[in-house]
């Protein structure tokens, strides 16, 4: 049966194959590129074996027949190599690093070119390229700068959205890698090299390349890729906000905005550092050892006094929502039930992220009335957990007594069947 | 039989019209043998006492059990978390659900071993047997009303195996599910089997098997059948017998309490259809000897479907077994070795030891 499934499905499989290819021959006859088994270049330079380093025959331009010639120019339909690589017949050769950005814009700055293939793909990364430090060094003839293929490769170039690709999110720092944490290429730069380290250790680096999560920051998040250039004093808490929408919200509105500004400090930067931005915790803030506050405020100011309490309030919703945690372990444990406990919680929980979240105010009576509503969820849950728990003693101290009654029972029927056979044995 | 004068009357009222006197004079006088393998009587009125706690405790599940995709796992979860007691009866349900097949067997086994089966008591053996098929079918159809996911794909696969049988196995497959795959259809027909079709079986058979056993006495086992009448022991069945019984009942009783406070059954997670399959998707215990044979069977043996020859072989020896008083092997001469005792231990070390297995692999 096995079998015959196996070779029906084998069958129809073929079938659409060999469709889907004769298909695909009728549209191929009516186009005016030739196929790329046609493609003299193609077939020439890998006889000869002088196809280019890296060359890969699933790049995104070879997909839709786009070979050799869509990039070199040139006649693909000569085999004839004077004349297939003719400058009469548009042949280009191999730009220069100066020439590559233009090169590559031929077709991906001009919108009519490109709506053939992707309608909406942009079309102003090489307008975007030449506002980067990269493009502004290329026109000033420097040689080392990153120009389209140091990024995406010449000739094995595929979709952002393909994880082979150079540019996918997960490869995006390690691209960059190449040439930043390099210290001999970097020298002349006169800047550190040490991002992709820092980068790695942090809470988006190692979220992105050891948990694999392509929705964290890679560097073209904050720093743009085409138009890669560092965030800017004015712009840099722009950068974080575009994810941490709230916090930067609170922050903008917070009295400490201004003299930020005027100080000409990095908003968030200056707390939470850039590339080795860590996982925050609730020590940051306050006056401890581990605060950011006290870089700034000392004892007896205002600063230091709020951090005090926003700190204090902070922690013991912490504490009660750690205790509330603990207690329903011990729910579960025992096998209660947790549900409107979980609920509770869950809700607590959102109370005490939107008031970490609330630290950005810098307003103590904020975080205090958003810590109060948590506190107050928390307690609900733990009253819920003493019953469940009470409960849980209830049911065995019952079990008990129903126990209890049933041995009386059954001692008084065993006293009853012994003095039965008793009689059974006189009789 | 002394009574006061108002049950006299009473008594005297009911006797004149359904003639009571011979049925309690009959009562009075059975009598059950007394020896060393005595024990096993009492395992029948175990299983007997463990479907009346299923009944009682299925009825009050009843009244707030909702069935249905959406409704079902909802119901469950409300009637252990805020009905009084209701995890308590829910508890017992389900494990006096699994203690009375596992006396099922005990029952089946003890009767076979000591040759209860034998004439005249063939029907009374058929009658059990088929009590132990339904009993499975409670067991199967109660597993999936929970509607939690372990259930869900159990239910699968369970029906899955029922249409690999030749012929009559994709349409009742069809039946089984309500349609091509187990969704709510299937959970209300399961109810329906489980709360109607299924008890009105089970109790139709359940009256004759008991009809029988009043009807021919207790089996007495092949020694004490060739002592002389003066050596051999009897007691009363009413009251010393059922007295007995009353009291294993209790002590029952008390183990299903404590089972059921100490080790609350678990609902689960709410089975998800388009989930893909846990992992450690398995029958009921009592379908694990079967369910792990198959398992083990090649793709292929000859021309047939491994699984196919599987649910055929469980089928012939089923039937096999239910007309064992038919064809039982006697012992000729004086063996020792009695066929019969070799094949009853073979069947149970096969089905202990696949348990085992199914629960290690």
Redesign the interface.
């Known amino acids: 049966?096995?079998n015959f499934l196996s070779l029906s499905t084998f069958l129809i499989l073929f079938y659409a194959m060999a469709n889907t290819f004769f298909i695909a021959e009728i549209l191929y006859a009516d186009n005016t590129v030739p196929s790329l088994s046609e493609d003299h270049c193609l077939t020439c330079h890998r006889e000869m074996g002088i196809l280019p380093s890296g060359f890969n025959e699933n790049d995104i331009h070879m997909q839709p027949g786009l070979s050799c010639s869509g990039c070199h120019g040139g006649n693909p339909a000569s085999d004839d190599p004077e004349v297939a690589m003719s400058p009469k017949n548009g042949f280009a050769g191999v730009p220069t690093r100066a020439e590559i950005p233009q090169f590559c814009g031929k077709c991906h700055s001009s919108i009519n070119f490109m709506r053939t293939y992707r309608p909406r793909i942009q079309t102003d990364q090489v307008e975007q390229y030449y506002t980067s430090v990269h493009g502004k060094k290329l026109r000033l003839k420097d040689q080392k700068v990153a120009e389209c293929v140091s990024c995406h490769t010449s000739h094995a170039i595929f979709s952002v959205k393909d994880a082979r690709s150079t540019v996918y999110p997960l490869n995006v720092p390690n691209t960059c890698k190449k040439c930043h944490s390099d210290p001999d290429y970097m020298k002349e730069y006169h800047i550190p090299t040490d991002q992709f380290a820092r980068y790695a250790t942090s809470v988006h680096g190692m979220d992105l390349l050891e948990n694999k999560d392509t929705g964290a920051p890679a560097c073209n998040d904050c720093h743009g890729n085409h138009g890669a250039t560092p965030p800017g004093v004015e712009s840099v808490s722009h950068v974080c906000g575009n994810c941490h929408v709230n916090n930067l919200n609170y922050f903008t509105a917070s009295p400490m905005a201004e003299p930020f500004e005027q100080l000409d400090v990095h908003a968030c930067e200056q707390c939470h550092g850039n590339h080795g931005v860590q996982k925050t915790s609730d020590e940051m803030v306050g006056v401890g050892e581990s605060s950011v506050c006290i870089a700034c405020h000392d004892a007896g100011d205002n600063g230091y006094h709020a951090a005090e309490q926003i700190h204090h309030q902070i922690k013991t919703f912490v504490n009660l929502y750690d205790s509330a945690q603990v207690r329903l372990k011990d729910v579960q444990q025992k096998?209660m039930?947790d549900?409107d406990i979980l609920f509770l919680l869950q809700e607590a929980n959102q109370d005490l992220i939107h008031s970490r979240t609330l630290v950005h105010t810098f307003d103590p009576s904020k975080v205090a009335a958003k810590a109060g509503e948590g506190i107050k969820k928390t307690n609900e849950a733990i009253v819920l957990e003493r019953q469940e728990v009470k409960d849980y003693h209830t049911?065995?101290r019952?079990?008990g007594i129903?126990?209890l009654f049933?041995?009386v029972?059954?001692v008084a029927?065993?006293f009853?069947?012994r003095d039965?056979?008793k009689l059974?044995k006189k009789g | 039989m002394k009574m006061n004068w108002k049950t006299n009357k009473i008594y005297e009222w009911l006797d004149k019209r359904y003639e009571l006197t011979p049925v309690i004079e009959f009562m009075s006088k059975k009598k059950v043998p007394v020896h060393k393998h005595m024990i096993w009587y009492y395992m029948g009125g175990v299983t007997l006492f463990l479907f009346i706690v299923q009944v009682l405790s299925g009825i009050l599940l009843l009244l707030y059990y909702r069935p249905g995709a959406d409704t079902a796992y909802e119901s469950m979860r409300f009637i252990l978390t805020k009905v009084n007691f209701g995890w308590l009866v829910r508890s017992i349900h389900s494990w006096s659900a699994n203690l009375m097949i596992f006396f099922v067997f005990v029952h089946m086994f003890s009767t076979y071993f000591t040759r209860a089966y034998q004439k005249p008591r063939e029907i009374t053996w058929v009658s059990g047997f088929l009590l132990l098929l339904l009993a499975l079918g409670f067991g199967f159809s109660g597993y999936l009303l929970p509607w939690n996911e372990l259930a869900f794909f159990a239910t699968k696969v369970g029906t899955d195996i029922v249409g690999a049988i030749p012929f009559i196995g994709k349409p009742l497959m069809l039946v089984l599910r309500g349609g091509d795959d187990v969704t709510g259809a299937t959970l209300t027909r399961f109810y329906g089997f489980h709360v109607a079709v299924l008890p009105a079986i089970f109790t139709t058979f359940l009256v004759l098997h008991l009809l029988f056993v009043q009807r021919q006495g207790m089996s007495e086992p092949e020694h004490l059948k060739n002592l002389p009448d003066a050596k051999k022991k009897w007691m009363s069945f009413f009251p010393n017998f059922f007295l007995r019984d009353a009291l294993l009942w209790l002590i029952v009783l008390n183990v299903l309490l404590f089972l059921a406070v100490f080790y609350p059954w678990d609902l689960g997670f709410k089975a998800d259809p388009f989930a893909p399959a846990p992992a450690g998707i398995r029958p009921e215990w009592y379908f694990m000897f079967m369910f792990q044979t198959l398992k083990f069977l090649p793709a292929h043996i000859l021309f047939l479907e491994g699984e196919l020859v599987g649910i055929l072989a469980f089928a012939i020896a089923g039937i096999i077994w239910m007309f064992v008083p038919f064809w039982e092997v006697r012992p000729q001469g004086t063996a020792k070795i009695h066929f019969m005792n070799i094949a009853g231990m073979a069947a149970l070390i096969y089905i202990i030891i696949f348990t085992i297995v199914g629960y290690m692999v």
């Open positions: 049966m096995k096998g039930d549900v049911r065995r019952g079990f129903a126990t049933i041995t029972l059954a029927l065993f009853k069947i039965m056979e059974r």
